[in-house]
C-alpha cells in the first residue's frame, strides 16, 4: 500500500517538476539592452523580439538583434532556447528575413564581451548570452524575464 503511495507521490512530483522547467525556456541565459522603453519582459516577448515580430520598441527606437557568432559556444544554447533551432537553422531562418524584406539582419559578436560593449553604445540594441565567462554587466543594460 505504502509503496503505490510513495510511487505515485515521486509520479505527481516528477510531472511537477517538469512543467516548471519547461515554462524556463529562457533560464541559465543572460538578456541585456539598451534604451527599450522596456526593463522587464515576460520570456514569450522577448522571444518574439528575437524572432522578428517586433520591429520598433515602445518608445520608437528600432530592434537591433545581437547574436552570439554562430561558432561561438554560446550559439547552440542561445539558438536552441530562443529559436528552438541549430545555428544553421538560425543562420537560414534570418537570410530568409533580410532577402524577404521583412527584418533587418542582427548582429552577430565572437565574444560576448563585444556584444554587451555594442549594446552598450546602441539604444534599441538586444543581445542574449550565455554568461560562461562570468563578465560584470553593467546593471542598467540588464533586461528581467518574467513569467
Request: charged share 20%; proline share 3%.
Amino acid at each position: 500500500m505504502y509503496s503505490k503511495v510513495a510511487q505515485y507521490l515521486v509520479f505527481v512530483c516528477c510531472i511537477l517538476i517538469s512543467m516548471h522547467t519547461s515554462g524556463q525556456r529562457t533560464a541559465g541565459i543572460t538578456f541585456i539592452g539598451k534604451e527599450l522603453g522596456v526593463v522587464t519582459l515576460t520570456e514569450q516577448e522577448v522571444i518574439d523580439v528575437f524572432k522578428a515580430k517586433k520591429s520598433l520598441w515602445s518608445n520608437g527606437k528600432s530592434v537591433f538583434i545581437c547574436l552570439p557568432e554562430t561558432k561561438s559556444s554560446d550559439a547552440s544554447d542561445v539558438c536552441s532556447k530562443i529559436y528552438g533551432k541549430t545555428a544553421s537553422e538560425v543562420q537560414k531562418f534570418w537570410l530568409t528575413q533580410v532577402f524577404q524584406g521583412r527584418s533587418r539582419a542582427p548582429h552577430f559578436f565572437e565574444s560576448d564581451q563585444s556584444m554587451i560593449d555594442f549594446v552598450a553604445k546602441n539604444p534599441g540594441a538586444i543581445g542574449v548570452f550565455i554568461n560562461e565567462e562570468g563578465l560584470k554587466v553593467p546593471a542598467e543594460l540588464l533586461i528581467q524575464i518574467v513569467n
